[in-house]
């Protein structure tokens, strides 16, 4: 299978709403980044995490290492949210990223 | 602090012609990695540098796709006779690599269109 499965492909969601993103991954990964990709193709991190559980602001992040799989929860959604959110993850610290196929999300008013 | 500069932003070049993309990675930071981005293969690692030696080009092409690193400033990726299928955004992007923190922080791309 895919080293990294990520779902939902497509999300939508309206002004308000809280939901959420999940990556699987086949093998261990030491670290995870979430990444936001804005119309301009611009991919802008979200979180960086080895273990453990991140919040900022309206989103949230936890990867849980052993169990192979991170999470990306967003609260409250807003209309600047839409985009698209990538999760990769490393095998070693320093190590390439493997991307995972990206949720396509959409808020409406 | 201006980031990771890749240049040029896009590129158009006709098959057959070379086609070379410079990536400048955030000052201090000893890793570089390039990744390309297709609608069909989504978001995949080409190769990456540390302290400017090569560590893994497992991603490239075997033919064609050469990168180099010749000093901490700057990182190139050569495609030499370029196809349509090369057509992609090249994605630069450099870490610290510090035992606090490997994440990785991405230029902004170089669209290449390949006619």
């Known amino acids: 299978g895919m080293p990294v499965e990520q779902n939902p492909p497509a999300l939508s969601l309206y002004e308000g709403a809280d939901s959420g993103l999940r990556c699987n991954f086949s093998?261990?990964?030491?670290?995870v980044q979430w990444f936001q990709q804005n119309h301009r193709g611009r991919l802008i991190t979200l979180f960086y995490?080895?273990?453990g559980t991140k919040e900022n602001g309206r989103l949230k992040s936890t990867f849980n290492s052993k169990e192979r799989y991170s999470t990306l929860h967003i609260k409250d959604a807003q209309l600047e949210d839409s985009g698209t959110y990538f999760c990769a993850g490393s095998r070693n610290m320093g190590y390439k990223l493997t991307f995972g196929t990206g949720t396509s999300l959409l808020v409406d008013p | 602090n201006a980031g990771v500069i890749q240049t040029p932003r896009h590129k158009v070049t006709g098959k057959g012609q070379e086609a070379t993309l410079w990536c400048e990675p955030i000052?201090?930071?000893?890793?570089v990695f390039w990744y390309r981005q297709t609608i069909v293969q989504g978001l995949e690692f080409l190769t990456y540098?540390?302290?400017?030696?090569?560590?893994?080009d497992s991603g490239m092409p075997k033919e064609r796709f050469s990168a180099q690193m010749p000093n901490q400033s700057h990182s190139t990726l050569k495609i030499q006779s370029t196809q349509p299928q090369d057509s992609a955004v090249y994605l630069c992007?450099?870490?610290?690599?510090?035992?606090?923190?490997?994440?990785?922080?991405f230029g902004p791309g170089t669209r290449l269109t390949v006619l």
């Open positions: 995490l080895a273990q």
């Open positions: 000052s201090g930071h000893s890793a």
């Open positions: 992007a450099s870490s610290r690599d510090w035992a606090s923190s490997y994440e990785q922080y």
């Open positions: 540098f540390r302290n400017q030696a090569p560590i893994d």
């Open positions: 093998t261990t990964m030491k670290s």
